[in-house]
């Protein structure tokens, strides 16, 4: 079946204007998460939908940074008024989530590279 | 809460011998622990996984990891490093209260031929 997606997959701006990232998860996936990398680092945890809970945001840098989902699907990751320290690549990912609410695997997308000059 | 600490933010082997990453969490209950691979270039993808039953789990490639309670250890290992092996590696935990994953800070193996 079709793995996680997200578009653009490269996207260049300038300085001081709004992006939108797209994410599209595996279907029936309930829990979708943003992370961001940068270069030669790490994971940065930013954000995490679980179904209809309320939206775990204690990993958004600033007020600049906000994410919606729909539902259990689409999920859009907006930053405004960009900076250059804002240029990462940004991975979506998507998991089962059974009683309890444990999560299994993530399944990630391949990115999008944000960069801002 | 919980946490993933991976000792060693740069490991470098020679081909054929031993691989071994270390993983450390903490968690207030029990976890499920896993360990991702992120090829140069590439997404990241899931390597091996515990969740309950047998503490060595084996995953793709060779590798395998040994969940270890009381050390409250996740080390993966590989007994022969191939060329191939080179790329970052992530620990991660989750469990059933937090409803999501915490990761490490990765660890980027170097194969030497």
């Known amino acids: 079946g079709a793995g996680v997606s997200q578009s653009p997959s490269n996207k260049v701006t300038e300085k001081g204007k709004d992006v939108e990232l797209r994410c599209d998860p595996i279907?029936?996936?309930?829990?979708l998460y943003w992370y961001r990398q940068r270069l030669g680092q790490g994971l940065e945890f930013l954000i995490y939908f679980q179904g209809n809970s309320a939206p775990d945001k204690s990993g958004l840098p600033s007020d600049r940074f906000s994410a919606e989902r729909t539902g259990e699907s689409v999920s859009t990751l907006t930053i405004q008024r960009t900076q250059q320290e804002d240029s990462a690549v940004y991975l979506c990912a998507s998991s089962l989530v059974g009683v309890g609410l444990f999560s299994y695997e993530q399944y990630f997308g391949p990115g999008t590279r944000l960069t801002v000059t | 809460a919980q946490s993933v600490t991976q000792l060693g933010s740069h490991v470098s082997v020679s081909e054929g011998a031993l691989v071994l990453l270390r993983c450390n969490y903490s968690?207030?209950?029990?976890?499920?622990l896993f360990w991702y691979v992120q090829y140069p270039n590439q997404g990241l993808q899931l390597l091996l996984k515990?969740?309950?039953?047998?503490?060595l789990v084996k995953g793709i490639n060779g590798f395998e990891a040994e969940f270890k309670k009381s050390e409250t250890s996740f080390h993966l290992t590989k007994p022969s490093a191939h060329m191939s092996d080179a790329a970052e590696y992530f620990c991660a935990v989750s469990n059933t209260n937090a409803g999501k994953s915490t990761f490490g800070d990765g660890t980027t193996l170097t194969v030497k031929p």
């Open positions: 515990y969740t309950t039953g047998a503490t």
């Open positions: 279907s029936g996936h309930t829990a």
């Open positions: 968690s207030s209950v029990p976890p499920y």
